[in-house]
C-alpha cells in the first residue's frame, strides 16, 4: 500500500534536530492496536511514534513500522527508560534492548520516564544525575538522538541541570484544559527546553465536556481536533 506523505510541521530542539508537532501515543491504558498504528502511518501520514518500555508494545511497533513500508529515515520514534532501570550501566542496557525490540539502529528521543527512582540505598538525586550521565554518553555515540525528560517539575530540572553536560532537550508532561502547568511551561521556555504535551484528550474526559462540546458544534470540528489544536496553540 502506498503511504501518505507527511505535511505535519515540526519544533526545533535545542541540538537542531526538528520533532514532528503530532505523535501517536501508545500507552497501555488504552490497549494495543496494530491496525490503528498502520492507519496513522499510511493514512495519516503520521511519522512521530512515543512509545516505552512500560507499555510493553515497542516488539509489537517494530514490526508495525515494518510493515508500514514508511522509511525509518522519515520516523521519529520516542521511547522511556523505566525507573527500575535507573542507574549509570542499566540505563545503557535498557536503551540497547529498546532498540532490539524496536528493531532500529538509533532512537531519535529517548526519556527518562518519572523523575521517582526505585534503586534502593541510593538517594533518589544521585540515581537520577547518573542516569543522565549514561543518557549524555548514549547521546555521544549517537545511539539516540536527542535526550529528555518526562513527568519532571522545575526543581527536578534545576537539579539535573546543576550537573549535566547536556540540558535536556525535551521535558514531556501531561497537559490538556484540565491540567495546565503554565509555571513549567514558560519554564522550560525559558531553558531552551522543548515542552512535550501529552494526554491532550484528558484520557477522555475532555471528549464530552460542555465547553469543548459547544466550540466543536461552533467551528463545525470534532471534539478531538478541538483539544489537539488547543493544546498546539
Not at 488504552?30 to 498504528?37: D, I, K
Not at 499510511?42 to 512515543?50: A, K, N, P, T, V
Request: aromatic share 8%; net charge negative.
Amino acid at each position: 500500500m502506498e503511504t501518505v506523505p507527511s505535511s505535519c510541521p515540526t519544533v526545533p530542539l535545542s541540538n537542531g534536530r526538528n520533532i514532528p508537532i503530532l505523535g501517536l501515543g501508545t500507552s497501555h491504558n488504552g490497549g494495543y492496536s496494530h491496525e490503528a498504528v498502520l492507519c496513522a502511518l499510511q493514512e495519516c501520514g503520521i511519522r512521530h511514534i512515543d512509545t516505552a518500555k512500560r507499555y510493553g508494545c515497542e516488539e509489537a511497533l517494530g514490526k508495525a513500522v515494518v510493515d508500514s513500508g514508511v522509511p525509518r529515515e522519515e520516523l521519529w520514534l520516542t521511547t522511556k527508560l523505566w525507573p527500575g532501570d535507573y542507574g549509570y550501566q542499566s540505563t545503557k542496557q535498557a536503551c540497547r534492548d529498546s532498540c532490539a525490540r524496536l528493531g532500529v539502529d538509533y532512537l531519535d528521543l529517548y526519556l527518562m520516564h518519572w523523575p521517582d527512582c526505585m534503586v534502593p540505598g541510593v538517594s533518589s538525586r544521585e540515581v537520577r544525575a547518573e542516569t543522565w550521565r549514561a543518557l549524555e554518553e548514549l547521546y555521544d555515540e549517537g545511539l539516540c538522538r536527542a535526550i529528555g525528560v518526562s513527568n519532571f517539575l522545575i526543581h527536578h530540572l534545576d537539579e539535573l541541570k546543576d550537573r549535566a553536560g547536556i540540558v535536556p532537550h525535551v521535558n514531556q508532561v501531561e497537559f490538556h484544559p484540565f491540567q495546565q502547568p503554565l509555571e513549567l511551561v514558560e519554564y522550560c521556555q525559558k531553558e531552551n527546553i522543548v515542552f512535550e504535551g501529552y494526554c491532550p484528550l484528558a484520557k477522555g474526559q475532555a471528549l464530552t465536556h460542555p465547553s469543548v462540546m459547544e466550540l466543536a458544534q461552533k467551528h463545525g470540528r470534532s471534539a478531538s481536533q478541538i483539544c489537539i489544536r488547543w493544546s498546539i496553540q
